[in-house]
């Protein structure tokens, strides 16, 4: 009776995860589509801030006490301030990024300052801290840059260039999970998350690149700054890697707090952070690799 009840179970997800997706793609195309810069922002940056209070929540339900209210304060500033000069076609000064490091490790001690010593969880409240906001925000708003980003190639708008990087880094997710729970066998990280196998690992790595040569192929102009299939090849391998990293990683932090998902707000998939993990990884390296080695 177990295996038709497991099997039963794996449908209603898949179907839940495939409606999810169906809906998010449905927003972003939205978004996109509208070709309005601050719509784009917008559902950047709530998706960075929903996931930034997933993790400060689950960290506070757990005995971890990030200082949320300095936290949020930061991505808020942080997004607005990047949001101006991305709206205003002004090259980002390197001080937005400083100052975002040095308040929030200068502020969160200060915060920490006012309660008593409580072990290791006086230092662990401050690097969660910090580590949450850099995790789901600075690193999470490269898609805001490289959607904005100038210097790409003079004719082709960095959406492009974005739209790429999210197909591709949830074709992996898409690849991993469809293959691994066809025919996946063999464990890839027990101790961190149990359905993860090799198979899964391998449908990732071609779903990524069937994501990634298909959208080549279909908008060559558009993303002609990628000039080869050798990079667009290349690029795919590695957002496909950087892609499950970035599960793994989010994987790991829910493991050390026992719960399976950041939130229940998207059925099948989770929450925010759920669905952003991956990309968290994905573009700040596809930002620096097109910027370092192909924009002109």
């Given at each position: 009776?177990?295996?038709?009840?497991?099997?039963?179970?794996?449908?209603?997800?898949?179907?839940?995860?495939?409606?999810?997706?169906?809906?998010?793609?449905?927003?972003?195309?939205?978004?996109?589509?509208?070709?309005?810069?601050?719509?784009?922002?917008?559902?950047?940056?709530?998706?960075?801030?929903?996931?930034?209070?997933?993790?400060?929540?689950?960290?506070?339900?757990?005995?971890?006490?990030?200082?949320?209210?300095?936290?949020?304060?930061?991505?808020?500033?942080?997004?607005?301030?990047?949001?101006?000069?991305?709206?205003?076609?002004?090259?980002?000064?390197?001080?937005?990024?400083?100052?975002?490091?040095?308040?929030?490790?200068?502020?969160?001690?200060?915060?920490?300052?006012?309660?008593?010593?409580?072990?290791?969880?006086?230092?662990?409240?401050?690097?969660?801290?910090?580590?949450?906001?850099?995790?789901?925000?600075?690193?999470?708003?490269?898609?805001?840059?490289?959607?904005?980003?100038?210097?790409?190639?003079?004719?082709?708008?960095?959406?492009?260039?974005?739209?790429?990087?999210?197909?591709?880094?949830?074709?992996?997710?898409?690849?991993?999970?469809?293959t691994g729970s066809v025919i996946g066998k063999h464990k890839m990280i027990p101790h961190i998350s149990p359905?993860?196998?090799?198979?899964?690992?391998?449908?990732?790595?071609?779903?990524?690149?069937?994501?990634?040569?298909?959208?080549?192929?279909?908008?060559?102009?558009?993303?002609?700054?990628?000039?080869?299939?050798?990079?667009?090849?290349?690029?795919?391998v590695l957002v496909a890697l950087l892609a499950v990293v970035g599960d793994l990683a989010e994987s790991l932090?829910?493991?050390?707090?026992?719960?399976?998902?950041?939130?229940?707000?998207?059925?099948?998939?989770?929450?925010?952070?759920?669905?952003?993990?991956?990309?968290?990884?994905?573009?700040?390296?596809?930002?620096?690799?097109?910027?370092?080695?192909?924009?002109?």
């Amino acid at each position: 009776m177990s295996q038709p009840v497991a099997s039963s179970s794996k449908s209603v997800t898949f179907l839940k995860r495939t409606f999810s997706t169906i809906l998010l793609w449905g927003v972003v195309a939205l978004a996109f589509g509208s070709m309005k810069p601050w719509a784009h922002l917008a559902l950047i940056s709530f998706l960075a801030l929903w996931a930034l209070h997933e993790f400060c929540s689950l960290s506070l339900r757990n005995g971890i006490a990030v200082h949320r209210r300095w936290a949020l304060f930061l991505g808020i500033a942080y997004g607005a301030g990047l949001s101006y000069f991305l709206l205003q076609g002004k090259a980002i000064p390197a001080a937005l990024d400083l100052a975002l490091v040095f308040l929030l490790v200068i502020g969160s001690l200060i915060a920490e300052l006012r309660h008593p010593i409580r072990g290791i969880h006086s230092v662990l409240n401050v690097t969660s801290t910090i580590f949450g906001v850099l995790w789901l925000t600075w690193l999470f708003y490269f898609t805001a840059r490289m959607d904005f980003a100038p210097d790409f190639n003079g004719s082709m708008p960095g959406s492009f260039v974005l739209l790429w990087c999210i197909a591709v880094t949830k074709f992996t997710d898409m690849g991993a999970y469809l293959t691994g729970s066809v025919i996946g066998k063999h464990k890839m990280i027990p101790h961190i998350s149990p359905a993860k196998t090799w198979e899964g690992f391998a449908g990732a790595i071609f779903f990524a690149l069937l994501a990634a040569c298909t959208l080549y192929a279909i908008f060559p102009d558009q993303l002609a700054v990628f000039s080869s299939w050798g990079h667009v090849i290349g690029l795919a391998v590695l957002v496909a890697l950087l892609a499950v990293v970035g599960d793994l990683a989010e994987s790991l932090w829910k493991r050390s707090l026992t719960v399976k998902d950041s939130g229940h707000s998207l059925p099948g998939i989770g929450g925010a952070m759920d669905l952003i993990d991956s990309l968290c990884f994905t573009a700040p390296a596809v930002y620096l690799y097109v910027a370092l080695f192909l924009a002109p």
